[in-house]
């Protein structure tokens, strides 16, 4: 009796920590390394999207601790920052924001939500008020020890399609020209679109990591405009010679079905000079 009792109090504590191990929703960082002759020196990007102004602590410390202790050099916003839920706060996501964009160059472009919430336009109005650019088929050159980065960003799908266009053939005619060019979109199932346009760097979202995953045998189940196992899921993507990374968000609360094996995260991606450049 003592054996089978042994061998039931394992079986229950080993499902229990599968169980909490698979429903964690404990904030994680993912690093990418993308190494490109456009830099001599080290630069660290920040890629938040999907927070869907989801709770993080009191004065959101959860999240905006993880972000300075990476020391990033730019914040790249990238849609779906607040939600059109009535019920979640808009205000986390607020906090956030205006934190963020006091302490760093900080960049923004929609997402599906925010045009759903019918207020685009005037969350877009609040961003540039904290210091936020926001980004419609615009690029901006920032400069980081002498190395020039061209950011460009689109808005999502939801403002139009000849729209959505229009901003991308913008977006990639600004990123023309010395230095790395960077898109951020909300959404990155588009890669057809965006592939032949020449951008080095392509950051999104969208996806809340197909919301289920199964570590190592299956990357994501379901994601919106992807349908069941989604191509591009989240993680890194190789176009050509286009990098695409897409982050799994930070979504938590607000979604209708429980991460599963799928912790909400922030990415960091740090731009690191090429054997050749390093040598120059």
């Known amino acids: ?8 109090l394992l079986s229950t504590t080993a499902a229990a920590t599968v169980v909490a191990a698979a429903l964690n929703t404990h904030l994680t960082v993912r690093h990418y390394t993308v190494k490109t002759g456009e830099v001599s020196r080290p630069v660290r990007l920040m890629l938040l999207t999907d927070l869907h102004s989801c709770d993080y602590g009191r004065g959101q410390r959860e999240l905006l601790d993880v972000v300075e202790e990476q020391h990033p050099d730019v914040i790249l916003l990238g849609g779906d920052i607040l939600d ?4 979640l706060s808009e205000e986390n996501a607020w906090m956030v924001v205006e934190t963020l964009g006091r302490a760093y160059p900080t960049f923004y472009v929609t997402g599906n939500h925010e045009f759903i919430s019918g207020r685009v336009e005037e969350i877009k109005a609040r961003m540039e008020d904290y210091n936020v650019t926001v980004l419609a088929g615009a690029c901006r050159t920032v400069v980081f020890q002498g190395q020039p980065i061209h950011i460009c960003g689109i808005d999502d799908p939801k403002v139009g399609a000849d729209i959505w266009q229009a901003q991308l053939e913008q977006a990639a005619y600004g990123a023309e020209g010395e230095g790395l060019s960077l898109l951020l979109t909300h959404r990155p199932e588009r890669t057809e679109a965006y592939q032949e346009l020449g951008f080095d760097l392509i950051l999104s979202g969208h996806t809340h990591g197909g ?6 045998l299956l990357n994501g189940l379901l ?6 196992f ?6 890194r993507y190789q176009l050509g010679k286009t990098t ?6 930070l979504a938590r609360e607000s979604t209708r079905l429980p991460r599963i094996f ?10 690191a000079p090429s054997t050749q450049t390093a040598e120059k």
């Open 1 to 8: 009796m003592k054996k089978k009792h042994l061998r039931v």
């Open 211 to 216: 919301q289920w995953r199964v570590p190592v």
């Open 84 to 87: 059109d839920d009535p019920e």
């Open 223 to 228: 994601a919106p405009n992807q349908g069941f």
């Open 244 to 249: 695409l990374i897409v982050s799994r968000g």
């Open 230 to 235: 989604p191509s591009y899921a989240g993680g």
């Open 262 to 271: 799928n912790q909400p995260e922030v990415v960091v991606v740090d731009l």
